[in-house]
Nanobody, 121 residues
Framework: QLQLVESGGGLVQAGGSLRLSCTASGFTLDYYAVAWFRQAPGKERERVSCISMSGISTDYADSVKGRFTISRDNAKNTVYLQMNSLKPEDTAVYRC??????????????WGQGTQATVSS
């Protein structure tokens, strides 16, 4: 079955860093844009960042711009989210998903189960 698996979450103090990984199983990420999403209890799901198929184009939510960096390593079939200068409001379950383009109108597919990032004050 096609699936994405997230890893790298954990507990960190405010100002610290985490590096999340999104690895594909059953298909290659070479032909997909990949986005990171997050959702905290009582809050709407938020698109955090997206990276194009080529890895050249990226975008970020205003809430994380300047602190988070998305990248990909197609040889490892993995997309990363480097999260620096973390704030308590970054606490959420982080999930990744894929589709043809970041700007496509089609639904995001192959959602992972998520990894929990918790930032303490």
């Amino acid at each position: 079955q096609l699936q994405l698996v997230e890893s790298g979450g954990g507990l960190v103090q405010a100002g610290g860093s985490l590096r999340l990984s999104c690895t594909a199983s059953g298909f290659t990420l070479d032909y997909y844009a990949v986005a990171w999403f997050r959702q905290a209890p009582g809050k709407e799901r938020e698109r955090v960042s997206c990276i194009s198929m080529s890895g050249i184009s990226t975008d970020y939510a205003d809430s994380v711009k300047g602190r988070f960096t998305i990248s990909r390593d197609n040889a490892k079939n993995t997309v990363y989210l480097q999260m620096n200068s973390l704030k308590p409001e970054d606490t959420a379950v982080y999930r990744c998903a894929a589709r043809s383009r970041c700007s496509a109108n089609t639904p995001w597919e192959s959602w992972g189960q998520g990894t929990q990032a918790t930032v303490s004050s």
